[in-house]
């Protein structure tokens, strides 16, 4: 593979810009898998990252001030980084309006909750542009560029309207929706023109990669051809490769830290404090696409229809705060409250609390105690693009004693399937008959699944999903893409699931 410049672009840059009670401006650097990940690449290939600096353009500090700001975070990154200044209009309607609005809700499935509003949709378009004109002045023909995800969609349309060239892929890190549901969003025609401007599209799953193919051939009719991993959609002057590049973790960051003192020590604090019992874990962002209410009551269901589970099991469910001043996001930590309340109301007894609540976000050798000392972990989203948390789980289970149960519907089913308990999360009583499964699952039974588990997991980790992408991105040719170096699912396992499901 070519040694090219990077270019990342996403809605943020992976640093954190805050302001001190004192006035006084900090960059802290950003967490996460992508900046993990991508960090490394940047610094090989002398790369750039370009994105909202995390702030409006009216609050963001004076030029001089902020440029010292950006050049400290340079230092601390490796690699530059280039701001986009969004104003609080901007930010109203572009994030938290089209983006978070419109395609979060209808790309999970759950378009009953979109608010399609016009507006919405020209502002859009007009940061989008911003972002194009930023990767414009910031790179050249040369130059690889990768957009990420959903908010910034029509980088690459803007791009090529602006009469700039350059080689382009673009990930989308949600799920992308089947044609009946897509077939709902009033800009559905711009959004896949705006897809097919990439040179390079991936997706989580091949589910996903179906979904828009299938969007593809209804709606404009275009020719495909068909590789084992890699699929090119013929348009009139070109040719667009759109590929499954299922995301994932770094595995030996996590499971080098579940190794550690330090968290050894948390963990045997967590079940000293909870003894006698197994720990049901749960981590979650505040979302409705998270399915935690749903969650929360078929544990309560599961208390109700196996009583000889009381007393010794708790569940742990960490909520991690998130759009605050969102109403809707204010409700459902009302409503999930609630549900935790009425639980432990009806099964508390002398020295044993059904569910642990807790309303904050861990640091990192915090959350990854939990991870490696609870013997069930119950991820069930409505809808995930993949979860993630399904895999550091894994990955930072270190003794192989845990029981993954986890939802059809999250991407991170179609490569983990055959070795977790699969479930429906609107399926209450399924539900519960699997946390009672995992419940009385033999230690050498869980410690076979964990093992494979893992090994799938540290095969497939996030280095080798940046390598597949980049590799199939810059290769000449598909003939230079080395396909065994990373899972893609083949066409087969989502039958493999739907016979599991069915089973």
């Keep these: 593979m070519e040694k090219r410049r990077l270019a990342v672009i996403s809605n943020r840059l992976p640093i954190v810009l805050k302001k001190e009670k004192r006035g006084r401006w900090q960059i802290e650097p950003g967490s996460g898998g992508l900046v993990t990940a991508l960090g490394p690449v940047l610094k090989h290939r002398d790369g750039i990252w370009i994105g909202w600096i995390g702030t409006n353009a009216e609050e963001t500090p004076a030029g001089p001030l ?20 969004l104003s609080r209009e901007e930010i109203d309607k572009y994030y938290y309006g089209f983006s978070n609005e419109i395609l979060w809700p209808l790309f999970h499935d759950l378009f009953s909750r979109c608010s399609f509003k016009p507006s919405y949709w020209a502002v859009y378009e007009q940061v989008n542009k911003k972002f194009a004109k930023a990767v414009i002045q910031n790179t050249d023909e040369s130059d690889y560029v990768w957009v990420q995800d959903y908010h910034l969609i029509l980088v690459g349309r803007e791009l090529k309207r602006l009469g700039v060239k350059r080689q382009t892929g673009f990930f989308l890190h949600i799920p992308f929706p089947p044609l009946d549901i897509f077939l709902k969003l009033p800009w559905r025609f711009e959004i896949l023109e705006a897809l097919l401007e990439y040179d390079l599209v991936g997706f989580q799953t091949v589910r996903d990669l179906r979904n828009f193919i299938g969007c593809v051939r209804a709606l404009f009719g275009y020719k495909l051809m068909g590789s084992k991993h890699l699929n090119r959609i013929i348009l009139h002057d070109r040719e667009v490769l759109v590929g499954a590049f299922p995301i994932s973790i770094d595995y030996r960051e996590f499971e080098d830290l579940a190794r550690t003192g330090e968290v050894a ?57 998130s759009r605050g001043s969102v109403e809707e996001y204010a409700k459902l930590k009302q409503e999930i409250e609630c549900i935790v309340g009425e639980v432990n109301g009806k099964y508390t007894d002398v020295g044993w609390t059904p569910i642990h609540y807790i309303y904050r976000s861990l640091p990192r050798p915090e959350l990854v ?18 979860n993630l948390i399904a895999k550091e789980y894994c990955a930072s289970n270190t003794e192989e004693k845990g029981v993954l149960i986890l939802s059809e519907f999250a991407g991170a089913a179609s490569q983990l399937h055959q070795n977790v308990l699969l479930v429906n999360p609107y399926d209450r009583q399924r539900v519960a008959d699997a946390i009672h499964t995992a419940f009385l699952m033999p230690h050498d ?54 016979s599991q499901v069915n089973a």
């Design 265 to 321: 020590e948390t963990a045997w604090i967590i079940h000293a404090n909870l003894p006698k019992r197994q720990l049901i874990l749960g981590v979650d962002r505040l979302d409705y696409t998270k399915g935690i209410p749903e969650r929360l009551l078929a544990f309560g269901h599961a208390l109700e229809r196996y009583p000889d589970m009381r007393r010794k099991v708790t569940l742990i469910q960490v909520v991690v705060p």
């Design 369 to 386: 105690a939990y991870y490696k000392t609870c013997e069930i972990a119950l991820i069930t989203p409505l809808k995930d693009g993949m």
């Design 445 to 498: 039974e869980r410690q076979a699944r964990m093992k494979r588990l893992r090994r799938s997991i540290q095969k497939n980790d996030i280095i080798n999903w940046v390598n597949s992408f980049l590799q199939a991105g810059i290769a000449q040719n598909l003939g230079d893409f080395p396909q065994a170096e990373f899972f893609v699912p083949s066409p087969e396992t989502d039958s493999d699931m739907a």
């Design 66 to 85: 902020l440029a010292d700001l950006l050049s400290l975070g340079t230092r601390e990154t490796g690699y530059s980084l280039k701001p986009v200044n």
